[in-house]
């Protein structure tokens, strides 16, 4: 069994901390991705359950056994770096080996892991080959392959795709997620790319500062943040935040006043949630998916029209991003690109109240 | 001419041919000297002029003179060199410079490695101290150092067999003895020399990225294996270079022989440079002088070549 | 989930906190092994300057008592050895031929030296590279060989025992290394710079005196640093080209000038050898970067 656990794993450099404990439960075969701002301490933490960093406290579990005091090549991982970190002077076929011939695996042994990780990256053609001899993605799956030879309990991922151009990074991640469907060990991958995190993830842990915001999937991550952080994290373009005041509405509803021209009235379903906060200043968090030209909608959509004038138009091929201002804050929607108006025009909006979140300035958790 | 093209367009017709001519002339000239070649050529004389003049002439210059009589009338062509064949005293200078050169380089390689690993190992802020404090022996200039060492050797005031004698050891004739006095200036030389090892090897050992040691860690390397398979092929065209530099400098040493034995006891500790000194300029017999200078030429040629070789596939590499 | 983990989970904690702190004590332990071979090394490199400078201090009577611990100095120190070198013979007028040489040494070696390196880093002209490499290789002849032919071509030019002649020949040790680091340094100036530079007007000399000396400025230093290390310390030529005692340089003057008739002033050569070594030293502990920019500049620059 490979499940990996880490209890409130500290680690502090000198006198600044980089982890401020944190607690992770990954289970067996589970893809989970630790994604993040630089700085967060994503790297560090998987650098720490390789045991090439040592936590300054709490404790790190690889499948049933305490690894504290565990050095890398006794906790049975393998780890793909972000550089790579092939050995130059050896070949395709010894780079992916030399783990093995450490351990003194039988040559046949060896021949056979080799063959089959190279039959699953089809680098099969490369294993004389030397490193300086490859391109970037060639080089990244050698690396993998290195990895999947040694069969171990867990696989560690340390950005690697961010060596790789947009295209490329776009193929890889496929690649990623094939042989993991193949070999299915489990996977901390780390990344500060939330695209790479939410199309690779079983689960996506954000993390911000040295902590954990949230986890879960990337289901729950996007329809229900627990922070402003993760909410404005996940999501490309990122979510609009407005500052609003949440007030009493005639009829016993509440209702989000944005500016003097613009509200919105709250849905029925939340307004008990929200009521403790009538009155106070809040932050209206809403994606600009849903942020659309007006236009008929789904029944039990709960959207509302609004006019805004644009300031900025971009047609991106498939929709068209409109950036506007509301009360001095750009606002971004996305319409489909024959209902958009051209800049400084007027343009008639919908929003997708029944997708807002409404945010504590204070402590920045979402409501 | 009632033409109706304007004067700046029409061409300029000479008045006469040879006008037109010296005009064509001196801008080639003038553009010829501002050409880039030409400039960079000419910023590489004063270089051209001291490799030719004082490296690449006296070179042939010696091998003119080494087939030269003593008292340099006549031409007897390899007359020196089978002169020198027959000498006993020749070819212990031939066995000598190799001895000497290649234990000294051997030794001097081991401890570069040993302490580059040493300093390598401290935390950041030591290392310069450390490393410092290690190099002092190739700042000093080596006749100077070398006079500290031959007092160290003195025969009546050694401090070493003081130390010696401290642990009941007995007293050593540092250069008396003639093979004592081998390993006396091997000593020396392996004294001066490290330091430059150190310094190479270190600068090497920090060019070895981390994360391939990383990577080895997770691997199942343990200290041992990672120095075998990740350190050493890195580090291996480093190694042959400075090994090979080392070896052509440490073969043509003059100083530590002249200053402590002067080639001797009884010429058993004598190497071609001082061989060659001793024959070229104290006795007066240049020709033969250079004939035993020039038997370091073959030797340090190849070692030249295999340099050359090492810094190309070094340029190739990663 | 950690608390409900197997039943050897229980005996994996007692396992553990016996090795906790176990790969910080190795680390500690490789630590304190380290340090105790630098020390032993440390000893090694600096016990002859050391004893060196015991000596220089020591009186005439207690070097040739043979009782005391000759590294240390028990019968109090004194200057009597330095007064005798500076007074009582020629090393002062060694020290000046010494800094003469030297400086015009230096001097010409960097001229001849930036200029070459400019030229072959940055404008390839037909056999820049084979000159390159041409360079680098007459770094490889030794004084010892070429002293022979030297002899001759010195004494045909009347340069015999006159340490002008050291200004003539020193070049050949100095300019093919000093070139090879400046080269080093000038190919590693990044081209726009040069390119920027012709747009904006420059010629080809003021581009190399504008940009690419103030540029490669640490380069230059460790070149010159070289340079005078080099200088200072040759041994071979003013052996075979110097006799007459007030054309001596240090490397020479010390050892001869104190050795009479097998009579060795051995506290007074002690002292002239350290004071004769000192201003490489003084150089180096203020400028070490730099000298072993210089040194490291020739085989890791490639």
């Known amino acids: 069994m490979s499940e990996v656990a880490l209890r409130q794993v500290v680690k502090t450099y000198e006198q600044t901390p980089a982890v401020r404990g944190i607690d992770l439960d990954i289970a067996d075969k589970e893809f989970i991705v630790l994604v993040g701002p630089s700085g967060c301490g994503k790297s560090t933490t998987l650098r720490m359950i390789a045991g090439l960093e040592e936590a300054t406290s709490g404790e790190i579990w690889i499948g049933g056994d305490l690894v504290n005091d565990v050095p890398p090549k006794d906790r049975d991982i393998a780890m793909v770096f972000q550089n790579y970190a092939l050995y130059p002077h050896m070949t395709v076929y010894e780079n992916m080996s030399f783990g093995l011939r450490l351990k003194k695996f039988a040559k046949a042994e060896i021949k056979r892991r080799v063959e089959n990780a190279a039959r699953i990256l089809d680098i099969t053609e490369l294993l004389d080959r030397k490193p300086k001899q490859l391109s970037g993605g060639q080089r990244q799956r050698v690396a993998m392959g290195r990895a999947i030879v040694r069969d171990p309990k867990v696989f560690l991922f340390d950005e690697p795709l961010s060596n790789l151009d947009a295209k490329l990074r776009v193929q890889m991640r496929t690649e990623i997620k094939r042989v993991h469907q193949k070999v299915m060990t489990t996977t901390v991958y780390v990344t500060h790319d939330q695209v790479e995190a939410m199309t690779l993830a079983d689960r996506v842990v954000v993390m911000n500062g040295g902590r954990i915001d949230q986890i879960g999937t990337p289901h729950e991550l996007y329809h229900t943040p627990r922070t402003k952080f993760v909410a404005g994290f996940i999501g490309s373009p990122a979510m609009n935040f407005l500052a609003c005041r949440l007030v009493e509405a005639a009829g016993g509803g509440l209702s989000v006043l944005l500016s003097d021209q613009l509200s919105f009235a709250v849905p029925a379903a939340r307004t008990a949630r929200y009521r403790p906060y009538a009155g106070k200043e809040l932050i209206l968090g809403l994606r600009p998916e849903h942020i659309t030209e007006a236009r008929p909608y789904a029944n039990g959509a709960d959207v509302q029209d609004f006019t805004a004038t644009l300031d900025v138009v971009e047609p991106m091929g498939m929709e068209t991003m409109v950036y506007f201002t509301v009360n001095g804050a750009e606002v971004c929607g996305r319409v489909a690109p024959e209902a958009a108006a051209g800049p400084g025009e007027p343009m008639r909006l919908a929003a997708d109240i029944g997708h807002m979140h409404l945010i504590d300035p204070a402590t920045e958790l979402v409501l | 001419m009632a033409d109706a093209t304007p004067s700046s367009l029409a061409p300029t017709t000479p008045a006469r041919p040879s006008q037109a001519h010296a005009r064509r002339r001196r801008p080639a000239l003038k553009r010829w000297m501002q050409r880039r070649s030409t400039i960079a050529f000419f910023m590489c004389l004063p270089l051209l002029m001291v490799i030719g003049g004082l490296v690449v002439y006296p070179a042939l210059y010696a091998i003119d003179l080494a087939t030269m009589n003593k008292a340099m009338t006549k031409h007897i062509g390899f007359g020196n060199f089978s002169f020198l064949f027959t000498r006993d005293t020749f070819w212990m200078v031939v066995r000598q410079s190799a001895i000497f050169a290649i234990t000294a380089v051997v030794f001097k390689a081991l401890i570069g490695l040993v302490t580059a690993h040493l300093v390598n190992n401290l935390p950041a802020k030591g290392q310069r101290k450390w490393r410092g404090m290690l190099l002092v022996p190739w700042v000093m200039p080596l006749s100077l150092s070398t006079l500290g060492w031959w007092w160290m050797y003195d025969p009546t005031y050694s401090a070493l067999n003081w130390l010696l004698g401290a642990f009941g050891i007995g007293a050593v004739p540092w250069l008396s003895d003639p093979y004592w006095a081998r390993f006396s200036v091997i000593l020396d030389n392996v004294w001066y020399g490290a330091p430059f090892f150190l310094i190479m090897y270190l600068a090497a050992l920090k060019s070895v990225p981390e994360q391939l040691y990383e990577a080895a860690s997770i691997d199942g390397a343990n200290a041992w294996q990672k120095f075998i398979h990740v350190t050493l092929p890195m580090m291996r065209n480093i190694i042959a270079i400075t090994v090979l530099f080392s070896l052509i400098v440490t073969f043509a040493n003059f100083d530590i022989v002249w200053i402590m034995t002067q080639g001797g006891p009884r010429d058993m500790t004598h190497i071609f440079a001082t061989w060659a000194f001793k024959l070229g300029i104290q006795s007066g017999d240049i020709p033969l002088g250079a004939s035993v200078a020039l038997f370091m030429f073959p030797i340090l040629g190849v070692a030249a070549i295999f340099i050359l070789r090492g810094v190309a596939k070094r340029g190739r590499e990663i | 989930m950690a608390t409900t983990e197997t039943a ?212 230059i230093i460790a070149a010159m640093i070289f340079a005078f290390t080099v200088s200072w310390a040759a041994f071979v030529y003013p052996m075979a080209f110097l006799y007459r005692s007030d054309q001596l340089v240090l490397t020479v003057g010390t050892v001869t000038s104190l050795i009479r008739a097998d009579v060795f002033q051995w506290g007074s050569l002690m002292a002239g050898a350290l004071l004769a070594a000192a201003p490489p030293l003084v150089i180096y502990a203020f400028l070490m970067d730099y000298y072993i920019a210089g040194l490291t500049a020739g085989a890791t620059k490639g």
Not at chain 3, 56 to 74: D, G, Q, R
Not at chain 3, 129 to 138: D, E, H, I, K, R
């Open chain 3, 8 to 219: 050897g989970g229980g005996s994996a904690r007692s396992r553990a906190s016996s090795l906790r702190g176990s790969l910080r004590r190795n680390r500690r332990w490789a630590l304190i092994l380290s340090y105790f071979f630098l020390i032993v090394f440390a000893f090694f490199f600096l016990a002859p300057p050391y004893y060196m400078l015991v000596t220089s201090f020591k009186t005439n009577h207690e070097m040739v008592n043979l009782a005391t611990n000759p590294w240390v100095i028990a019968e109090g120190p004194t200057l009597e050895n330095y007064k005798n070198l500076l007074w009582n013979t020629d090393f002062l007028i060694f020290f000046k031929n010494t800094v003469i040489v030297t400086l015009c040494v230096v001097a010409i070696t960097m001229v001849i030296s930036t200029l070459a390196a400019f030229s072959l880093a940055r404008m390839k002209f037909w056999g820049s590279g084979v000159l390159a490499t041409g360079v680098f290789l007459t770094y490889l002849v030794p004084d010892s060989l070429l002293f022979i032919p030297l002899f001759q071509v010195v004494r045909s030019l009347g340069l015999l025992n006159n340490y002008w002649a050291m200004v003539l020949v020193y070049p050949t040790l100095t300019v093919p290394f000093c070139t090879w680091i400046m080269i080093g340094y000038f190919a590693s100036i990044p081209k726009e710079l040069d390119e920027a530079a012709l747009i904006d007007g420059a010629g080809y000399i003021q581009m190399l005196l504008r940009i690419f000396v103030p540029v490669a400025l640490p380069g």
